[in-house]
């Protein structure tokens, strides 16, 4: 719809801001949805199920219906909702199109828009038609932009959960002696213990606890071959106790016992 011409907007006459009845229903319609519906709510709270899916509404909650939808509506009837709808078409092949649902941010500017839209009729304003097709523009690229931004700002966060993550893994290969838990490690990178093992398998491709035995036989292999260290040496210098334990694992994970690398 961005890159819609105003005049490709076709308006329906059926438009109107109104307080709801205390037993108001939106019941379903013998047949779907005929046309677009930008469907926006000002106060109240209810329940509204749009093809199936139940989304609780109240302030902010704004709805695109497009033809074909099927939707249901109650509400509250202590807490009455008062709500806008602006019914039209359009004459040309839709490339980019809001998302059903959208709790708008900035309720002011978007309630200023849609007033001005209704005003303009009810006044019977000159050039209403002309100026109501420039504000419902605007009013989809508004929900155009808050959906971008917030996939943007989805996939900001993203960026800093690899980061944060990868940061840990790094912090454990350089320590891999350390008696690193999956406590400690998720305090490092500020998330819940269940939070950050998941995400961690996620984005390195192992579990925490494989990962930091990798580390540590990795290590260990380094420290057997370069340096010179005994068995003994190394597998203390790893935080391993016992060494009989070090060298099962040590062979798990390489197939061979840690004095044949050395």
Same mark, same amino acid.
């Given at each position: 719809?961005?890159h819609l011409n105003?005049?490709?907007?076709?308006?329906?006459?059926?438009?109107?801001?109104?307080h709801c009845e205390?037993?108001?229903?939106?019941?379903?319609?013998?047949?779907?949805?005929?046309?677009?519906?930008?469907?926006?709510?000002?106060?109240?709270?209810?329940?509204?199920?749009?093809?199936?899916?139940?989304? &609780?509404?109240?302030?902010?909650?704004?709805?695109?219906?497009?033809?074909?939808? *099927?939707?249901?509506?109650?509400?509250?009837?202590?807490?009455?909702?008062?709500?806008?709808?602006?019914?039209?078409?359009?004459?040309?092949?839709?490339?980019?199109?809001?998302?059903?649902?959208?709790?708008?941010?900035?309720?002011?500017?978007?309630?200023?828009?849609?007033?001005?839209?209704?005003?303009?009729?009810?006044?019977?304003?000159?050039?209403? *038609?002309?100026?109501a097709k420039l504000?419902?523009? !605007?009013?989809?690229?508004?929900?155009?932009? *808050?959906?971008?931004?917030?996939?943007? &700002?989805?996939?900001?966060?993203?960026?800093?959960?690899?980061?944060?993550?990868?940061?840990?893994?790094?912090?454990?290969? !350089?320590?891999?002696?350390?008696?690193?838990?999956?406590?400690?490690?998720?305090?490092?990178?500020?998330?819940?213990?269940?939070?950050?093992?998941?995400?961690?398998? !996620?984005?390195?491709?192992?579990?925490?606890?494989?990962?930091?035995?990798?580390?540590?036989?990795?290590?260990?292999?380094?420290?057997?071959?370069?340096?010179?260290?005994?068995?003994?040496?190394?597998?203390?210098?790893?935080?391993?106790?016992?060494?009989?334990?070090?060298?099962? !694992?040590?062979?798990?994970?390489?197939?061979?016992?840690?004095?044949?690398?050395?």
């Amino acid at each position: 719809m961005l890159h819609l011409n105003p005049k490709d907007f076709i308006l329906k006459p059926s438009f109107a801001t109104i307080h709801c009845e205390p037993n108001w229903k939106w019941r379903k319609r013998d047949k779907p949805m005929p046309n677009f519906d930008l469907f926006y709510v000002w106060d109240g709270e209810g329940e509204l199920v749009l093809n199936g899916k139940k989304y &609780q509404i109240e302030k902010g909650h704004c709805f695109l219906f497009k033809p074909g939808d *099927e939707t249901t509506a109650i509400h509250n009837p202590q807490n009455p909702l008062l709500l806008s709808y602006i019914h039209f078409d359009v004459t040309q092949t839709l490339r980019l199109i809001p998302s059903s649902h959208r709790v708008i941010e900035n309720t002011i500017s978007f309630e200023t828009l849609i007033a001005q839209y209704i005003r303009l009729f009810l006044v019977k304003a000159y050039g209403a *038609e002309i100026e109501a097709k420039l504000i419902l523009k !605007q009013l989809l690229i508004r929900l155009l932009r *808050e959906e971008l931004e917030k996939k943007e &700002q989805l996939e900001g966060a993203s960026n800093n959960l690899y980061e944060t993550i990868s940061e840990v893994a790094n912090y454990i290969q !350089q320590h891999p002696g350390k008696p690193h838990s999956i406590k400690s490690l998720a305090a490092r990178a500020g998330l819940s213990e269940r939070y950050f093992s998941q995400k961690f398998k !996620q984005i390195i491709g192992q579990t925490v606890k494989t990962y930091i035995v990798n580390s540590r036989i990795k290590r260990a292999e380094h420290l057997l071959y370069f340096t010179g260290m005994t068995v003994t040496e190394t597998a203390s210098a790893l935080g391993y106790s016992d060494l009989h334990f070090f060298s099962r !694992q040590f062979k798990k994970y390489t197939g061979k016992n840690p004095s044949e690398i050395r």
